[in-house]
């Protein structure tokens, strides 16, 4: 067998405009070429602490537990689940896309029995109907809600549904993969019991971990159950006793991917939330204002679009596979379609994190006109 090196298969800088991964800085390619030391080595508690610290500030929050999951952000989601649902637990799902669709995969497989909210895609979530389910079912464990809904550029507003939950014994579940460094997610302030998100969208990290965060309230659940948590990799208290003072193993921590996280969290707090939002936000106004001259229909209803992921329509006659793919090979661009039941009907492209800069959007714009023209 004669293989060839990396370089010769992957030959193109890719510039990733799609909803997930985004490119990365420099600086966290760099920090992953510090020499691998040992996940129990004293040298890397500092390291692992720090991190820890940066994703408290990222998700405004002072849980205890929070930290990153070994995984991308599905085991995010697993985690977040497993931990709390147990065999005919109620779930109250919010569902308005691809990814609030596959929360129901998780709680079932967890014994959850789930009731539905149903938006139509492209439309957030009607918060009465939420307040109404939530009365009628005092007993529901948890709600699950997708901040950012990655498949229609939908985000969902928190505030308010947090509000409700905090009032009753219901644990409020949120989503954050794409949302979390593009905009804010305000873990305490909005009463959020578990926030779970992936690195290689907003954070511009590579794909591998998936910070996530519990409140005292969840923690109280999950200390309360009355079976064992069915996984030990996914235990949050068992993580809790490597990541916290203990120090005991659990798994074998990605060291490499930590050091990236913890780069890309710097970068985060060197440019300062507030900055880095508004960064997001008039980048993606830039976008979609060029998209919207150019005679493309945004998807998602007003008012309640996504910074870091715009989708839009697309016209009778253009074909989404010849676009993408032009993008892709003749440009070095990479842009998404449309998922699941709009598979065809739809562009969506991600600006997230490192990738959302105005020069990026006017190379794809100009990239697109000439694609069509
Ligand atoms: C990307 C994404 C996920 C899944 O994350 P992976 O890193 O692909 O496992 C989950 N939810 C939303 C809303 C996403 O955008």
Redesign the pocket.
């Known amino acids: 067998m004669e293989l060839k090196k990396i370089g010769e298969l992957i030959t193109s800088n890719r510039i990733l405009l799609g909803?997930?991964p985004s490119n990365y800085d420099p600086r966290v390619m760099k920090a992953m070429t510090s020499p691998l030391i040992s996940h129990l080595d004293p040298e890397i508690y500092p390291i692992l602490d720090e991190t820890v610290e940066l994703l408290k500030y990222l998700f405004k929050t002072k849980n205890e537990v929070t930290l990153p999951m070994s995984?991308?952000?599905?085991?995010?989601?697993e985690t977040a689940f497993t931990n709390v649902i147990e065999q005919g637990d109620k779930a109250i799902v919010c569902l308005n896309g691809f990814?609030s669709e596959?929360n129901i995969e998780m709680i079932e497989r967890c014994g959850g029995e789930v009731i539905r909210i149903d938006a139509e895609w492209g439309k957030p979530i009607d918060i009465e109907e939420i307040e109404r389910t939530l009365k009628a079912n005092p007993d529901t464990k948890i709600l699950s809600m997708?901040?950012?809904?990655?498949?229609t550029g939908v985000l969902t507003p928190l505030e308010e549904v947090g509000k409700f939950c905090s009032q009753t014994s219901t644990l409020f579940v949120v989503?954050a993969?794409?949302t979390l460094g593009g905009m804010d997610v305000d873990v305490d302030g909005w009463n959020i019991d578990i926030c779970y998100s992936?690195t290689?969208?907003c954070l511009s990290a590579p794909?591998a971990m998936?910070p996530i965060t519990f409140s005292q309230k969840a923690i109280d659940v999950i200390k309360n159950r009355k079976t064992k948590i069915q996984t030990l990799y996914l235990d949050a208290i068992e993580l809790m006793r490597h990541w916290g003072k203990e120090r005991k193993y659990h798994h074998t921590l990605p060291i490499i991917m930590i050091y990236a996280l913890r780069e890309a969290l710097r970068i985060i707090y060197e440019e300062g939330l507030e900055e880095r939002f508004k960064r997001h936000e008039e980048v993606s106004q830039l976008l979609k204002t060029h998209l919207t001259d150019m005679g493309f229909k945004l998807f998602a209803q007003e008012g309640y679009r996504l910074p870091m992921l715009t989708a839009v329509e697309l016209p009778e006659g253009l074909s989404e596979r010849e676009i993408i793919t032009k993008l892709l090979k003749e440009y070095n661009i990479e842009i998404g379609g449309g998922f699941g039941k709009l598979a065809g009907k739809l562009l969506r492209v991600g600006l997230m994190g490192y990738s959302c800069s105005k020069q990026n959007v006017y190379y794809l714009i100009s990239a697109l006109k000439e694609i069509m023209s």
């Open positions: 909803p997930g995984g991308t952000g599905t085991a995010g989601g990814f596959r997708t901040h950012g809904e990655t498949s989503d993969v794409p992936g290689q969208k794909p998936a």
